[in-house]
């Protein structure tokens, strides 16, 4: 079965730091570019970024909204992706999904497999 | 920064035909993905680059496109289609990912 698992949400103070997890299982991680996408309660889907896969040298893209604080990388030896946040805000609050890049070729940006998702919430 | 418009609510009649529209300016030149979103639950896939669909999702769902304007069709919308709809697409560089912000679509 094909599966993303995310972990390490919790909650965390403002300009605090937080590293998430993501375990793949039942396809061939390492030839997949991941993304992560994060939901706040009762708002709409938000981008947070994607690494690609070795042969496109692992390159990696952010929103504006994080970029310079998050750092996503992974582990193919693992089947693992991480999201890295730093200097989080309360803004960040949000549901956070892995997601695999569909493959299918010339569908650069669809997402056909996602994770639960992890909840981080950032408070004092 | 790239934007996607999509109308905040749809509602339509059982049996009756859904259409829900994303616009965006880089649309002649990247595909569209259309995602159903139902309540505590995560997305899921239902229309890849513009018009194809994923194996299991209802041949009752179909997306077109002209011009800057996407569009899913729901044919024969049934209760259990009741949900939250994004569209997905990427800049003209291709470079960041962009999501609308999502479509309520009622079955009255």
């Known amino acids: 079965e094909v599966q993303l698992v995310e972990s390490g949400g919790g909650l965390v103070q403002p300009g605090g730091s937080l590293k998430l997890s993501c375990a793949a299982s039942?396809?061939?991680?390492?030839?997949?570019?991941m993304h992560w996408v994060r939901q706040a309660s009762g708002k709409g889907l938000e981008w947070v970024g994607r690494?690609?896969?070795?042969?496109?040298?692992?390159?990696?893209a952010y929103a504006a909204s994080v970029k310079g604080r998050f750092t996503i990388s992974r582990d193919d030896s693992k089947n693992t992706a991480y999201l890295q946040m730093n200097s989080l805000k309360t803004e960040d609050t949000a549901v956070y999904y892995c997601t695999r890049r569909i493959a299918v070729a010339g569908a650069y940006y669809g997402m056909d497999v996602w994770g639960q998702g992890t909840t981080v919430t950032v408070s004092s | 920064s790239y934007e996607l418009t999509q109308p905040p609510s749809v509602s339509v009649s059982p049996g009756q035909t859904a259409r829900i529209t994303c616009s965006g300016d880089a649309l002649p030149k990247q595909y569209a993905y259309w995602y159903q979103q139902k309540p505590g639950q995560a997305p899921v896939l239902v229309i890849y680059k513009d018009s194809e669909r994923p194996s299991g999702i209802p041949e009752r769902f179909s997306g077109s496109t002209s011009g800057t304007t996407v569009t899913l069709t729901i044919s024969g919308v049934q209760a259990e289609d009741e949900a939250d709809y994004y569209c997905?697409?990427?800049?003209?560089?291709?470079?960041?990912?962009?999501f609308g912000g999502g479509t309520k679509l009622t079955v009255l």
């Open positions: 690494i690609r896969s070795k042969p496109n040298s692992y390159a990696t």
């Open positions: 039942g396809f061939t991680f390492s030839g997949s570019a």
């Open positions: 997905q697409s990427a800049d003209s560089s291709g470079t960041y990912v962009v």
